[in-house]
């Protein structure tokens, strides 16, 4: 797990450090870190350095006088100015300082761009030139290493603005929200987080986390010597329509391939289709010790009755699609809600783009609200808890933003449920496990299909 923070976390840290030892040094070892891992990109050739006013331009000029030592760097102060005592070092290592007409002619040579414009102070809208030279990067074929993040996104916002597109970021400290929020991640590259001696702020309550690998191995339920279908979990779905029968199949799918213990259907498509595909599920109501409701309800009347039947077991329960809009009235403890972007937006009453602009905050809003966790999908797929907490899951290929994968993710949230994980949880290894299929599968594979090497990847990732 990685904590992410924001940049008015990462300024208090970094005071926190000063106040105890005035003389520390935290931007030299930013600059030995940005060039060593230019060194790693780039091991020869050229280097041509962007640097901005404030203290990102100075790591940036620092870097430069690294390089200096052994190879042709060229300075471009792309706002005419640069951190005083930086910009002597580079100076003196022999840097050559040029203006942006010498700068942009002088990316035709270079065998790396290091873009130290902005960083934790970066806003929005950089300046003409800045941003036409960011662009001219973008169209070359040489890789950009921006440090700490791609100068002119937001340091706390996962929206894209003019900005670099780098192959790698070094970033300090922890990560911050463009580096994992898209669509502003896919403009970081590889994010490299180095320890420059700033302790991360651990802040339980309100953390933004991501989960990686290795959480989702660890929390992933196997079955021991003393398992058997009832204690790996038995998960019952109600999903699909007349309309939308595929979603029946497709909750199904996603729920038998993630392992549960059984299956039980008792939705209102045709028990034959349904039989006939997995051979292996029961129908009808029973024992079980977790439901799924809503995925390819459509609009079909009796929600209400239908997800208050689920309160009735007392079972906690995933809640997808046109369920979301049928809540029962009080606490939904131990329940897992799974809208997109829309789904949240109607429940809040808000729009989309609001919802697409402040993920964390409408996720959170809904589960402090209703006291369920929130996996909000998407590019970025959001957990948040009703204490505020929220995490993120392990990121994937676009290739998943089809149709029915959100069905797919709902019956392997059922069954990470039904074997009793917190729904936070279920939330987050669900989502994750999806991304990591898909990107162990690359390509146009639809969610069925996918769903079908689902156990090969959990498999392997158990191994
Ligand atoms: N804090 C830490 O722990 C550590 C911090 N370190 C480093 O310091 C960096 C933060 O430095 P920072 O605070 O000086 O801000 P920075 O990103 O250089 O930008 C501010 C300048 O840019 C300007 N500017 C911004 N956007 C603009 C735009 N669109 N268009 C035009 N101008 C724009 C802005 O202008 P203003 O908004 O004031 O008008 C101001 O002059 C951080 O990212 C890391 O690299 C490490 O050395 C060690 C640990
Ligand atoms: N840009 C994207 N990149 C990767 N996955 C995405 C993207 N957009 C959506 N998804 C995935 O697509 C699914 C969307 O769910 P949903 O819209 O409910 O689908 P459906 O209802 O058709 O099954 C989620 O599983 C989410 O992980
Ligand atoms: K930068």
Not at 193 to 202: K, R
């Amino acid at each position: 797990m990685r904590q992410v923070i924001t940049a008015q976390q990462m300024r208090d840290a970094e005071q926190r450090v000063f106040d105890a030892e005035p003389d520390v040094d935290l931007m030299g070892r930013a600059a030995r870190a940005v060039a060593k891992i230019a060194e790693g990109v780039a091991p020869s050739g050229p280097v041509l350095v962007a640097v901005g006013p404030g203290n990102n331009g100075g790591d940036g000029l620092f870097a430069a006088a690294h390089l200096a030592d052994h190879r042709p760097v060229t300075v471009w102060l792309a706002m005419g100015k640069g951190h005083e005592a930086g910009l002597a070092a580079a100076r003196a290592a022999g840097c050559h300082v040029v203006d942006a007409v010498a700068a942009a002619a002088a990316l035709g040579d270079a065998a790396l761009v290091i873009d130290a414009v902005t960083g934790l102070g970066s806003r929005p809208e950089l300046p003409t030139t800045t941003a036409t030279f960011a662009e001219a990067c973008e169209a070359s074929a040489v890789p950009v290493l921006s440090v700490d993040l791609p100068s002119g996104l937001d340091a706390d916002s996962g929206q894209v603005h003019d900005s670099f597109r780098a192959q790698h970021t070094v970033t300090f400290a922890a990560l911050k929200a463009c580096h994992v929020q898209e669509p502003a991640a896919s403009r970081c590259g590889q994010v490299h987080v180095v320890d420059i001696g700033v302790p991360v702020p651990q802040d339980e309550g309100q953390a933004v986390r991501q989960a990686d690998e290795a959480d989702v191995a660890r929390w992933w339920p196997r079955p021991d010597a003393t398992s058997d279908k009832y204690s790996r979990g038995v998960v019952m779905l109600d999903t699909g329509s007349e309309h939308y029968q595929g979603a029946a199949l497709l909750t199904v799918a996603g729920a038998l391939n993630a392992g549960a213990g059984m299956v039980r259907y008792t939705g209102r498509v045709h028990s034959g289709l349904v039989l006939s595909r997995f051979p292996s599920v029961v129908v009808g109501e029973g024992r079980a010790q977790a439901m799924v409701l809503g995925s390819g309800w459509g609009d079909t009347d009796g929600a209400e009755g239908r997800v208050a039947n689920a309160r009735l077991h007392g079972l906690p329960a995933v809640v997808d699609a046109n369920a979301l809009y049928a809540l029962p009235q009080g606490r939904l403890d131990g329940w897992l809600l799974t809208p997109h972007a829309g789904e949240l937006s109607r429940m809040l009453g808000c729009s989309r783009s609001h919802v697409q602009t402040e993920p964390v905050s409408c996720a959170r809003e809904v589960a402090r609200t209703t006291g369920a966790a929130v996996l909000l999908k998407g590019a970025t797929q959001y957990v948040a808890e009703p204490s505020g907490r929220v995490t993120i899951a392990v990121p994937g290929p676009n290739w998943t933003a089809q149709a029915g994968s959100g069905d797919v993710l709902a019956g392997i949230c059922g069954t990470l449920l039904a074997a009793g994980l917190p729904a936070w949880r279920a939330g987050v290894v669900g989502a994750s496990i999806q991304a990591m299929t898909a990107a162990r599968n690359p390509g146009p594979y639809p969610p069925d299909a996918l769903a079908a090497r689902l156990p090969e990847v959990i498999g392997s990732l158990l191994a």
